[in-house]
């Protein structure tokens, strides 16, 4: 089958499982990136992260990953609702980030991928790929950005005009090729909102962020006891943060997502009259069944909301 032929014939498919976009890059090794990855892990900008010193040769080499890939296959999804809108405009709460408020993203993505990596089998014949959805060391955003999906903004997050910042990624990599892709341009132009609003100044210079300063870091990945010079600085955030693409000009116009198991959960919303941090471990299991607060731990969680608490008492004092 021609390249041609084929990548329009994922990209159809990638669109009728509720994928938003889909885009397609060669796969080569990452040089640029390499170089800048290297510099923040000497940095030790990625704080207690260990595994992100891990498999570097991989991380920046997909057919490593994939003997003889030719293609890395980006695909994304938008997760902005109406929902959500309604929850952050209530001030006086404890919040959690936009994408951990429905059904873990990584379960939602696989099983889609799993679909179109069968598609592929059954549209190309013998086949070896792998899909990956922040699963291994493949740098996704890189990628996206390759396949022509967005931008990296101010704030490192990916950027793409029609979603913002408000969609997830996944990727397929696979030994078929396809029509490429031309890189997305940047297009952040003189803003610094997102540098501005951030209250741990984790973005230090446009374009990179210390990861070991970030809220998001510091109520997931961080398995220790938030650090006193930061409690203060949650704010309202016990697990994850949006402050950085909240400030975005580009989030203003983003398209609303459509797939159902990313939606906000209504028992994450608006809990029974009670305190997070009051909450049993076997309610914790309950709300956040299925979903990436999971990751923080029972422990870790209720804490975190007992901080942001504390911070909610005085700043309404």
């Not at 890939?69 to 309604?86: L, Q």
């Not at 598609?119 to 190309?124: G, I, L, P, R």
């Not at 005009?161 to 990727?171: C, M, R, V």
């Not at 220790?224 to 580009?250: A, K, T, Y």
Request: charged share 30%.
């Amino acid at each position: 089958m021609d390249p041609l032929t084929a990548t329009l014939k994922i990209r159809a498919k990638a669109l009728e499982l509720g994928f938003d976009q889909c885009g397609f890059a060669k796969a080569e090794p990452l040089d640029k990136e390499a170089r800048q990855l290297e510099e923040w892990l000497n940095q030790n900008r990625h704080g207690t992260m260990g595994w992100m010193e891990n498999n570097f040769d991989k991380r920046i080499n997909p057919t490593l990953l994939v003997p003889g890939a030719k293609s890395v296959v980006s695909v994304i999804a938008g997760y902005r609702f109406k929902e959500n809108e309604a929850y952050d405009l209530r001030t006086g709460g404890p919040k959690i980030a936009k994408y951990a408020r429905g059904r873990d993203y990584h379960k939602v993505f696989k099983n889609r991928l799993k679909k179109l990596f069968k598609f592929a089998e059954e549209t190309f014949g013998e086949i070896q790929g792998r899909i990956f959805v922040d699963s291994a060391p493949v740098m996704d955003k890189a990628w996206a950005q390759r396949a022509g999906l967005g931008w990296i903004g101010k704030n490192s997050n990916l950027l793409n005009k029609t979603h913002g910042s408000w969609f997830l990624i996944g990727e397929m990599i696979i030994d078929v090729p396809f029509v490429y892709d031309a890189p997305e341009t940047e297009h952040c132009g003189t803003c610094t909102r997102c540098i501005d609003a951030c209250p741990t100044d984790a973005i230090y210079e446009p374009f990179k962020v210390d990861g070991s300063r970030c809220i998001s870091y510091l109520t997931i990945e961080l398995k220790d006891n938030i650090p006193s010079e930061f409690q203060e600085q949650l704010g309202e955030w016990m697990f994850g943060c949006d402050i950085c693409q909240d400030v975005c000009p580009w989030n203003r116009k983003a398209e609303y997502g459509h797939i159902e198991d990313l939606k906000p959960r209504e028992k994450v919303l608006y809990p029974e009259d009670r305190q997070w941090s009051e909450i049993t471990k076997e309610e914790f299991d309950s709300v956040f069944e299925g979903s990436p607060v999971r990751r923080a731990g029972y422990k870790h969680f209720t804490d975190q909301a007992a901080i942001v608490q504390k911070n909610l008492s005085e700043k309404n004092d």
